[in-house]
């Protein structure tokens, strides 16, 4: 299937009708969150990287313009018009890693009309969700305080993508590992995991299963301990590792039950024996408040390996965006339904000190001690830079992490800020909302 069928059938039907009626000129649309999810102070940004990648390499051919015709039960001819359409616009972003607000365009197209309509469905799917996923695990890492945090969510995601996307997200924002071999492999990710109940099981002795596996593993291991009984699993564990003579970077993990509790009684049981240096993992159900809850507590936990709950975001699994025409050939648009207005005119978010941040007509000039947030990164369809990193974009959402204030960063009620509007893009919204009201006014 060409990468030019993964888009919504409206699409289609828009774009073939745009080429029909020759409305060819210049557009842009804007993509944006309308509104936070729950207990979330701010948004990372992701997604962007694949979505360049989409537009570069979208091209509509003969097997496309087949296939639309058959899911349309029309003639092949009918749909010839699409044959051939690909991007040849411009693109401007907001950089992986960086952190956006509601009403800011992540990123926004300007391309001939048909084109950046086409292109729709595909950029939503990728920057909603990765953008989703990255804002929930960036929150495990505030959670931690320090203490590494790594990802074990593969087995949950919504398909193998997904899973490959959240072990990259993780480590924009911090992680410092994947349980996800092809992930690590892709991406040069530190590939972290120990065993499963099941393989404790299979040994029917965990003295046995733990032995057979440093044998294996002859580097630092990890020991699951609570496939019977967590105390004594965890004192197995410390008869097997000072049997063995490992202790620096070894571990033992706890999967189940009350982890706090179960981490002092851990930390008790290998202090006893010497082994001081021997780490404590938790897993099981965690998110950033679970992981919240446990550090201040106490719990004398090392490490914390996030599933389900955050491959998914759980808690808050999409992002209520939009990608809107804000200008066409020449005239700014806008949207006028309840609850869901837009702002006309292709846009640029300035961001102050401290996550200050205005958003403002694309021409504007950048009020003094703020920078640009959108960058070009398209131009002729092309990108104009190589792909970024995934070091550049965690150097840049630790950069603009650095800059929250706590109310925004905390887990529980966060004050999440609300960007500004500039005078002009106040006025020009004015503007346009009267002249389309006049207009329906006059056609009444």
Known sequence: MSNAQVTDLYEVTMALSYLREGMTEPATFSLFVRKPPPER????????????????????????????????????????????????????????????????????????????????????????????????????????????????SLRRTHGVSAGAQAARLGAVVGFAGTSNVAAAHAYGLRAIGTMAHSYVEAFGDEAAAFRAFARAHPGPVTFLVDTYDTARGV??????????????????RL??????????????ILDGAGLTGVRIA??????????????????????????????????????????????????????????????????????????????????????????????????DGKRTSPPGTLSEARAAFEADLAQLPPTVRRIHSPQMPAAAVSERLARLTTDVRRRIEERMRATQ
């Open 235 to 252: 004192a197995v564990a410390t008869q097997v590792l000072r049997e063995l003579g490992l202790q620096e970077g070894c571990a033992v």
């Open 255 to 268: 999967d189940s039950g009350d982890l706090g509790a179960l981490a002092v009684t851990a930390r008790r």
């Open 41 to 152: 102070g701010f948004l990372v940004a992701a997604g962007l990287e694949p979505a360049l990648d989409h537009l570069a390499g979208m091209r509509v051919d003969e097997s496309d313009v087949a296939a639309f015709a058959n899911v349309l039960k029309r003639p092949n001819a009918e749909l010839e018009p699409l044959l051939d359409l690909r991007f040849t616009g411009e693109v401007r972003a907001v950089p992986e890693g960086r952190i956006f607000l509601p009403g800011e365009p992540l990123l926004e197209v300007t391309a001939p009309l048909p084109e950046a309509q086409f292109v729709e469905s595909y950029l939503l799917n990728q920057v909603c969700h990765q953008s989703a996923v990255a804002s929930k695990a960036a929150r495990c890492v505030l959670a931690a305080a320090g203490r590494p945090v790594v990802d074990f």
């Open 282 to 379: 938790a897993s099981g159900g965690l998110d950033e408040y679970g992981i919240e809850r446990l550090v201040e507590s106490g719990a004398p936990i090392d490490v914390f390996a996030v599933g389900t709950l955050v491959g998914v975001s759980a808690d808050a699994p999409y992002l209520d965006a939009a990608y809107k025409l804000v200008a066409y050939d020449g005239r700014p648009m806008m949207k006028l339904s309840t609850g869901k207005a837009t702002a006309p005119g292709a846009k640029q978010v300035f961001r102050g000190p401290g996550l200050v941040d205005t958003i403002a007509l694309l021409d504007e000039l950048a009020p003094p001690g703020t920078a640009p947030l959108l960058r070009r990164v398209m131009t």
